[in-house]
């Protein structure tokens, strides 16, 4: 998704300054859009806040955009509830073999 982004962008010879500038957002948040680092993003919501206002700007349909968020944001959540739950499995096991010794 970030690449799309990023690549039409370019083909439009923009740059993140000007975008971002043009959306009122840092140019910090359009470039973690493009280059998907999570870290710098805010929740969900406002990201794809910011994915229909940058595909507007861009002039790129945001229903695929949106629809490869979500996606996205799903695998990610399934990945760290697993992980969650693997470690409180753990956690238990290991509660219950050190109290039955």
Not at 29 to 52: D, M, S, T, W, Y
Not at 81 to 98: A, M, P, R, T, V
Request: net charge neutral; charged share 30%.
């Amino acid at each position: 998704m970030g690449r799309t982004i990023k690549e039409a962008r370019l083909e439009k010879n923009i740059c993140p300054k000007s975008l971002a500038e043009s959306l009122k957002i840092g140019e910090e948040q359009l470039l973690a859009l493009e280059e998907g680092n999570e870290k710098e993003l805010p929740e969900f919501v406002f990201i794809k806040a910011l994915v229909r206002r940058v595909s507007e700007k861009l002039e790129l349909d945001s229903s695929p955009l949106i629809s490869l968020l979500k996606q996205t944001t799903i695998d990610a959540t399934t990945k760290k509830e697993q992980k969650q739950g693997f470690l409180l499995f753990d956690l238990i096991i290991n509660k219950f073999f050190s109290n039955s010794l």
